[in-house]
């Protein structure tokens, strides 16, 4: 990856162990994920009204790819919150956040997407998949197979499913937006206009499966009444974690890198949680940082 991609991803995973340890706190359930991505709505909404007549010049095939961008990011949110309501965060956050890696290596690799992996790069991936399925265990005799068949388990999974799926389309909806002549815009001015349509059809998607499920209107006032300020803080990070990682993406080779390189939030948050909250501290998390550190070295060379 070039310098630029690996600064702006570092950015981004910063950003993104904050507002993930801020969720933390709230338990958060769809209809939080849903008032963060109105915020995010409202963050870029600027950027279309300085740039709106460029949609017009988006290819058919993008607005098509946004759409199944749009359903599968809504699926991570919906995933995501459930596999939270049902089970630990450190068990369900940690697969969730490793397991695209494989999926999206292994689909770009099918489908010859970017530059080919490397055998440096493949090595990493497994480092980071295995430190994050390490992270949470106290000691090696936690790490059981039983341990993963659960409710918990089976979301963080789909939720994973639903982070690969949106990263490999974001990346081949960027290239052909910045590969568009007729589009006179930078690339960063290009993705955040992209992303504020991400968000328009994340709003439609997740506005629809919470209109037919009743648990989830309730919710959304909870969420109004007593957690608008920390879905309001979540929400600005999520858009700005998630627009770097975007404009990473048109400088590097393999959206793979990006996708493994974007784990590095996962000790972050394990260093914060150990030496900002206080939470506890046992040989595996060492141990597993470390492996993500050097296959994060590993992805970036």
């Known amino acids: 990856m070039s310098i630029t991609a690996i600064l702006l991803i570092i950015l981004s995973a910063f950003i993104h162990a904050g507002w993930n340890l801020l969720s933390k706190k709230t338990n958060p359930t769809t209809s939080f994920f849903y008032l963060c991505n109105i915020v995010g709505c409202i963050i870029l909404l600027p950027i279309f009204v300085l740039y709106w007549r460029s949609l017009f010049l988006f290819p058919v095939e993008v607005w098509i ?9 809504s699926i ?4 995501l919150a459930t596999a939270y309501r049902h089970g630990d965060l450190s068990i369900a956050y940690p697969i969730a956040r490793s397991s695209p890696i494989i999926v999206v290596a292994i689909v770009t690799f099918i489908l010859a997407q970017g530059n080919a992996i490397t055998f440096f790069c493949v090595i990493g991936i497994l480092l980071i998949t295995a430190g994050c399925f390490i992270l949470p265990m106290k000691n090696f005799r936690d790490l059981k197979l039983k341990n993963y068949l659960n409710i918990t388990c089976l979301f963080a999974l789909i939720s994973a499913f639903g982070t690969a799926g949106y990263s490999i389309i974001d990346d081949k909806s960027l290239l052909i937006l910045t590969h568009t002549n007729s589009i ?9 206009l992209y992303s ?11 506005s629809i499966f919470i209109y037919f499920n009743k648990r989830e209107h309730c919710n959304i006032k909870k969420v109004f009444s007593t957690q608008k300020k920390n879905a309001l803080l979540a929400g600005i990070g999520i858009v700005t974690a ?5 404009i990473s993406m048109s400088f590097a080779v393999n959206v793979s890198y990006v996708v493994a390189f974007r784990q590095l939030s996962i000790p972050i948050g394990a260093l914060g949680g150990m030496f900002i909250l206080k939470e506890s501290r046992y040989k595996t998390k060492y141990i597993a940082i470390v492996a993500i550190f050097i296959g994060l070295i590993l992805v970036a060379l």
Request: charged share 5%.
């Open 196 to 206: 504020f349509f991400e968000c328009i059809f994340v709003f439609t998607c997740l």
């Open 242 to 246: 998630y627009s770097l990682v975007l």
């Open 184 to 192: 006179k815009l930078s690339i960063v001015q290009t993705t955040l």
């Open 76 to 79: 991570y949110y919906i995933a």
């Open 65 to 73: 790819l946004l759409l199944s961008t749009g359903i599968s990011m």
